[in-house]
């Protein structure tokens, strides 16, 4: 079974960076597209990033476009997400979670990571 961990969150000021991690175990990694989805206080589940199975294939919201970065260690079983020019509504809890497509539904996605806090302060 697939099981997903994120790491990389914390304290951060608005205009400086992070990376996320979202490290993967069991034999099965491979075969599955990566998303990153981010859940702020009192707001929905949104999708940020997800890169497929087929080279090329990356997605990104409009609201990270040009600041976050998604890529794949296939040897290392891990999906990094780079953050740029982080704002302070960037703060959410950040999960990691696998598909078989790239989409922004989460019905698509199983094995969500238990999250990853990111706060990024004014």
């Known amino acids: 079974q697939l099981q997903l961990v994120e790491s990389g969150g914390g304290l951060v000021q608005s205009g400086g960076s992070l990376t996320l991690s979202c490290a993967g175990s069991?034999?099965?990694?491979?075969?599955?597209?990566i998303g990153w989805f981010r859940q702020a206080p009192g707001k929905e589940r949104e999708g940020v990033s997800c890169?497929?199975?087929?080279?090329?294939?990356?997605k990104y919201a409009d609201s990270v476009k040009g600041r976050f970065t998604i890529s794949r260690d296939y040897a290392k079983k891990t999906v990094t997400l780079q953050m740029t020019s982080l704002k302070p509504e960037d703060t959410a809890v950040y999960y990691c979670?696998?598909?078989?497509?790239?989409?922004?539904?989460?019905?698509?996605?199983?094995?969500w990571g238990q999250g990853t806090q990111v706060i990024v302060s004014s």
């Open positions: 979670a696998a598909t078989r497509f790239c989409s922004w539904y989460r019905a698509d996605f199983l094995s």
């Open positions: 890169i497929g199975l087929t080279p090329g294939i990356i």
């Open positions: 069991g034999s099965t990694f491979d075969d599955w597209a």
